[in-house]
């Protein structure tokens, strides 16, 4: 299967599953069940903002929306297109992995606990374990 046609059904898989949990009003399991926005929180609003053509709102749901149904479409479905090089595989799946948890800090210091994607829910375990805490 040829990259692209891995990335449209990476794409396609993503925006299925969004909808999925859009119907049933869940836009986050990690959120819905921690209470804190996850790495990934609005990638799939970016990609709808994307394909309703407001590419400057998909930003700002996630920067960086559109690198992973690449990154899907790279790993998950086989053959893997680098499979013989794993050391190099291993340096850019670091890098990648620091790229998100450097945007997940960047949103959580500017957007955290308000706006969306990245506010809070207060029904999540972390947040009524930390709400429980006899701290003053
Ligand atoms: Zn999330």
């Not at 957007?111 to 829910?121: G, I, K, R, T, V």
Request: with cysteine; aromatic share 12%; proline share 8%.
């Amino acid at each position: 299967m040829s990259f692209l046609k891995r990335l449209l059904l990476c794409l396609g898989a993503v925006v299925a599953a969004g909808g999925i949990l859009w119907c049933f009003d869940i836009h986050c399991l990690v959120k819905e069940w921690l209470g804190l926005p996850c790495p990934l929180c609005g990638t799939v609003r970016g990609i709808a903002c994307l394909v309703q053509g407001n590419p400057v709102d998909a930003l700002y749901w996630h920067p960086l929306f559109w690198l992973t149904p690449i990154l899907m479409a790279w790993h998950l479905l086989p053959p893997v297109g680098f499979s013989g090089e794993k050391k190099r595989n291993c340096w850019i799946w670091i890098g990648v992995t620091a790229l998100y948890l450097g945007v997940y800090v960047m949103r959580m210091i500017l957007l955290f606990p308000e706006a969306a994607p990245m506010d809070s829910n207060p029904n999540g375990v972390l947040l009524q374990l930390w709400n429980s805490l006899p701290l003053g």
